[in-house]
């Protein structure tokens, strides 16, 4: 008679979030995203609607970030399988979310304030920061699918 087997998540938990690729990347998309939020909070933008839509995406992605991480420390993954994809839908989600704000951002700073003004220079940050963290969603989606289909 053999010894039952224990399936556990490929998904690290407790420390090893934090010293294990992709879920480190984790960190800097939480930072990012903040950035992207303040920047955005303390500028004027030329639609109430955009800033609107840049603030839902920054603000979702930062908790939902933040809310996956502090789960995957405490282990939940663990009790299901299902938390693979999780983790793979939440950050392709988050990185079509966020390229679809840094494009809004970048569209609206070519109709927005004059180019040395204090509000363009805080969007072209915001900008930049988002796409950032654009390009760090989207690579941590791809290494989570990866991961996904080798499990």
Known sequence: ???PSTSS????S??????TFPEILMFVEFVFGGLVWIL?????????TDQGWVMFVSVFCFVITTLLLILYM???QNCSSGWIAVDVFYHFTA???YLSIAVLQASDMRLGAFPVSKNFKINIAATVFAFVATLLYTIHAMLSILRWKSS
């Open 1 to 3: 008679m053999s010894a």
């Open 9 to 12: 998540s490929p998904i690290p």
């Open 14 to 19: 407790g420390v090893k979030v934090c010293i």
């Open 40 to 48: 955005v909070a303390s500028a004027r933008v030329s639609f109430a």
């Open 74 to 76: 405490a282990g939940v």
């Open 95 to 97: 990185a079509l979310f």
